[in-house]
T-cell receptor
Framework: KQEVTQIPAALSVPEGENLVLNCSFT??????LQWFRQDPGKGLTSLLL?????REQTSGRLNASLDKSSGRSTLYIAASQPGDSATYLC???????????FGTGTRLKVLA | NAGVMQNPRHLVRRRGQEARLRCSPM?????VYWYRQLPEEGLKFMVY????????ESGMPKERFSAEFPKEGPSILRIQQVVRGDSAAYFC??????????????FGQGTRLTVV
């Protein structure tokens, strides 16, 4: 049974810092891994999708890496800004299924 | 091309009433998924539907919950005789085809159900 864990659960950093959010999953047979952002009371915004054959994806100040063999992904945020404050969710699709399995998220607060 | 549309965004129901949550998938998408996010918990899969078919409802509570995706119109998640424990955010996602390596699902803004 696929399980997704995200650490840390919460993170508070001063503006301008580079930071790393971690995601681990127990079953390495995945189709893809996706990072989402969720603002309080709002929906999910897709940030980056990494297919199982890829090792990383980049979008602006965000870079996500995937190491299937170790069951890990990291989301790197460069030069953090207060507007980056949100909950970041990691989700995987296990091969042969279609369900997202979500982690419980990392609540990020970037202080001005 | 509008995204996945869910309505209402917020819904308040008294215990024992019925809640109906609607989801209109993105244009051209024929697959719909419902997820539930309980307070302080991650999103959990509930049900997967294609037009007029329930493909997988393994995440749905056995009682009081039902879902449909008719040939015409939005997908409906229906909760009968709501209880306080049903209070949660319900998210809908849609995709154009059966999920595979090169597809992704797109999520709506969610419906926040509060049972008082």
């Amino acid at each position: 049974k696929q399980e997704v864990t995200q650490i840390p659960a919460a993170l508070s950093v001063p503006e301008g810092e580079n930071l790393v959010l971690n995601c681990s999953f127990t079953d390495s047979a995945i189709y893809n891994l996706q990072w989402f952002r969720q603002d309080p009371g709002k929906g999910l915004t897709s940030l980056l999708l990494i297919q199982s054959s890829q090792r990383e994806q980049t979008s602006g100040r965000l870079n996500a890496s995937l190491d299937k063999s170790s069951g890990r992904s990291t989301l790197y945020i460069a030069a953090s800004q207060p507007g980056d404050s949100a909950t970041y969710l990691c989700a995987v699709i296990t091969s042969g299924t279609y369900k997202y399995i979500f982690g419980t998220g990392t609540r990020l607060k970037v202080l001005a | 091309n509008a995204g996945v549309m869910q309505n209402p965004r917020h819904l308040v129901r008294r215990r024992g009433q019925e809640a109906r949550l609607r989801c209109s998938p993105m244009k051209g998408h024929s697959h719909v998924y419902w997820y539930r996010q309980l307070p302080e918990e991650g999103l959990k899969f509930m049900v997967y539907l294609q037009k007029e078919n329930i493909i997988d409802e393994s995440g749905m509570p056995k009682e009081r919950f039902s879902a449909e995706f008719p040939k015409e119109g939005p997908s409906i998640l229906r909760i009968q005789q709501v209880v306080r424990g049903d209070s949660a955010a319900y998210f809908c996602a849609s995709s154009p085809e059966r999920r595979g390596m090169n597809t992704e699902a797109f999520f709506g803004q969610g419906t926040r159900l509060t049972v008082v």
